[in-house]
């Protein structure tokens, strides 16, 4: 092991009022107990595969290059489902084959990225996969260990269809079908909608089930009290924001709602008085 | 200090909108900066000592032999009552003498365990003891002091009766009263009944105030929409699940409530159609 | 880098649901992996600064001298407010200039604080200074960089008014008129009011819009069922606490509330039956 020890980052639905988000630690230490664990989130709503394809997106931007994700949102545990871990230049990560590396494996080059299919350890608890199986697997490879030496390749992850927004050109520019991905802490409404879907245009309206905004802003403190306004979060992601209020309260957008994301033609600098 | 820093894990009620729950880890750090510190759980209902009791069994089958756990859900701190460190083949583990190592000094041999009560420093907030006492002792005891160097022995904690399932006989197998330990982030109701106290039968049914279930299933998604099941869970004791749902919620059952299960007679092996 | 590695502590109201928490422990090891990373809390609510200032000053009353807090209120994000690092014999802070750093510079000597402006790398995102700035610095000033390496010297921090009590002096001791810090998890309504600020006086009781307390207790196992005491907390500060219930649901009082504590006169010793 190398003098810096690597680390595996966490991210589960498991919440941290029990002891399942700490097992993970727990199972990695059984490994190695050198390892740098951190726990990245626990906090994805129960079952929530895109949110949770969404943090480990968000997760893998913000960790070293080298850090091994694990990551289990895995209401079918214990059944057929696969389980699997996947490489790319960017990062490593284990789950179950639900969605969850959706963005992981769509966002890296296609010549460039491996997954392989995990075996299920015989001894494994039926209900208990993130300690019995995927972080075990996370630290083996964290510690060294190749994709080919913890399981048997496969061609590529399922991918939710409804994390990636559709963008359609218009008339006058292009109309982004989009989703709500995460509500967070403080309220944002964060979407589907990627920088690189916008392909050079610029975000200029949202329409949504009961209203829509055309304020679209740098950051939070430019917004007016009361008003929604569009922007660019910190993952490059297009989300709804309201100035220290929740504008999934004034929206009442929550995880998964459909939102139409309007973009401006290609060239567009701005709206002239 | 061993090469692998030693592991100090933290199971409390204090919550982690505060201070309190790092303040343990910056206690710690005071002793010996190098220790790993990991927060197992502070999410115990405040006061909730069975709770922590089963908690901190949970966690201890998910760490490294060798970790000291330190474990404060301590409503009388201040008062008189009594501070302990025990030591079992498995684990050791600081505490409030209320009850919340009762699992673990249980559960191990009875001519391998120790207990010793523990001074208050002087100087001791008597609002934290946590910080203050419990600790620098854990930490003390990771980096190496006995048993003996940090209390006075003493011939047993005080250990929760209603922690332990009753079992009796009946004409047509067995009947365990239980309670309900824990419910936990997905709302599945963990009794006191563990595979232990089974004995070699099966779990075939579940009676309590409002309801009743006789399905018993392996896993969470073997559950059908709606329904209620019983299964062993991944720290062995037996659980009211649902499938995406949550079981407390469906039954009506909370912390400390009172369950009964019934068990096949011993050499049971499944229904016959 | 010393054997023991720097200590960077983190205290935001980022929640731990989202990746922004983690994000900052990630941006710190793309500095320094060898950082050891603490979160103190991220459950400060959404931009309550004078909570922040007070959790960050118990945390640095609880870690060893030398740790780097990075503290992280800040609504104005993006915007032209400042971003500082300041220095005492105790403690280095990075945070926005809003009053967050208030306790840690009015309580260090006039004569051994510094305070610096920071400058915000052209590449921060408008809406992420705690990853893109705040983090990394805390992380460089931790591995040994001097505050004049990472900003510019200015004459104080902001320092917010309602986080000191006012004390009047009364024909019968004195009146400290004072702002409810925080409410605990416990529902603790923990004061401004300070060991410091008494100057050897007694506190005897306490007035808030809806009530009073005359009760004056050493810790929370001493106060009777049902009634609220005032005690002085493990941070030094006097707070409202109940026997295992919520004093803030008893009192109706919640952050930022005004509350006026009565103070005995110097010389006080109790009260004679």
Same mark, same amino acid.
């Given at each position: 092991?190398?003098?810096?020890?690597?680390?595996?980052?966490?991210?589960?639905d498991y919440?941290?009022?029990?002891?399942?988000?700490?097992?993970?630690?727990?199972? *990695? /230490?059984?490994?190695?107990?050198?390892?740098?664990?951190?726990?990245?989130?626990?906090?994805?709503?129960?079952?929530? $595969?895109?949110?949770?394809a969404y943090?480990?997106?968000?997760?893998?931007?913000?960790?070293?290059?080298?850090?091994?994700?694990?990551?289990?949102v895995d209401?079918? $545990?214990?059944?057929? =489902?696969?389980?699997?871990?996947?490489?790319?230049?960017?990062?490593?990560? $284990?789950?179950?084959?639900?969605?969850?590396?959706?963005?992981? /494996?769509?966002?890296?080059?296609?010549?460039?990225?491996?997954?392989?299919?995990?075996?299920?350890?015989?001894?494994?608890?039926?209900?208990?996969?993130?300690?019995?199986?995927?972080?075990?697997?996370?630290? =083996?490879?964290?510690?060294?260990?190749?994709?080919?030496?913890?399981?048997?390749?496969?061609?590529?992850?399922? *991918?939710?269809?409804?994390?990636?927004? #559709?963008?359609?050109?218009?008339?006058?520019?292009?109309?982004?079908?989009?989703?709500?991905?995460?509500?967070?802490?403080?309220?944002?409404?964060?979407?589907?909608?990627?920088?690189?879907?916008?392909?050079?245009?610029?975000?200029?309206?949202?329409? /949504?089930?009961?209203?829509?905004? #055309?304020?679209?802003?740098?950051?939070?403190?430019?917004?007016?009290?009361?008003?929604?306004?569009?922007?660019?979060?910190?993952?490059?992601?297009?989300?709804?924001?309201?100035?220290?209020?929740?504008?999934?309260?004034?929206?009442?957008?929550?995880?998964?709602?459909?939102?139409?994301?309007?973009?401006?033609?290609?060239?567009? =600098?701005? /709206?002239?008085?």
């Amino acid at each position: 092991m190398a003098d810096v020890p690597p680390c595996v980052a966490l991210v589960t639905d498991y919440g941290i009022d029990d002891t399942y988000a700490a097992a993970l630690v727990g199972a *990695c /230490w059984r490994v190695e107990p050198r390892l740098r664990c951190v726990s990245v989130t626990h906090g994805v709503s129960p079952g929530d $595969v895109l949110a949770g394809a969404y943090h480990l997106k968000a997760a893998a931007r913000a960790f070293p290059a080298g850090t091994v994700f694990c990551a289990v949102v895995d209401p079918e $545990v214990g059944t057929e =489902r696969r389980a699997i871990a996947i490489e790319t230049p960017e990062v490593r990560c $284990v789950a179950p084959d639900n969605g969850l590396v959706t963005y992981l /494996w769509l966002e890296a080059p296609a010549d460039r990225r491996r997954c392989v299919s995990l075996p299920v350890p015989a001894n494994a608890s039926p209900t208990f996969h993130g300690r019995d199986l995927f972080a075990p697997v996370a630290a =083996r490879i964290a510690c060294g260990a190749s994709l080919d030496e913890v399981g048997t390749p496969v061609d590529a992850p399922h *991918c939710l269809a409804e994390a990636v927004a #559709r963008v359609d050109a218009t008339v006058d520019g292009a109309r982004a079908s989009c989703r709500i991905a995460v509500v967070d802490h403080f309220g944002n409404a964060i979407t589907t909608l990627r920088l690189a879907d916008l392909d050079g245009r610029e975000v200029v309206a949202a329409r /949504w089930a009961t209203g829509e905004t #055309r304020l679209v802003v740098r950051t939070y403190a430019d917004i007016p009290p009361g008003e929604v306004a569009l922007l660019v979060g910190s993952a490059g992601h297009v989300e709804l924001a309201a100035r220290r209020a929740s504008a999934a309260a004034l929206t009442g957008l929550g995880h998964g709602d459909a939102i139409e994301v309007e973009l401006a033609p290609l060239g567009f =600098r701005g /709206w002239s008085a």
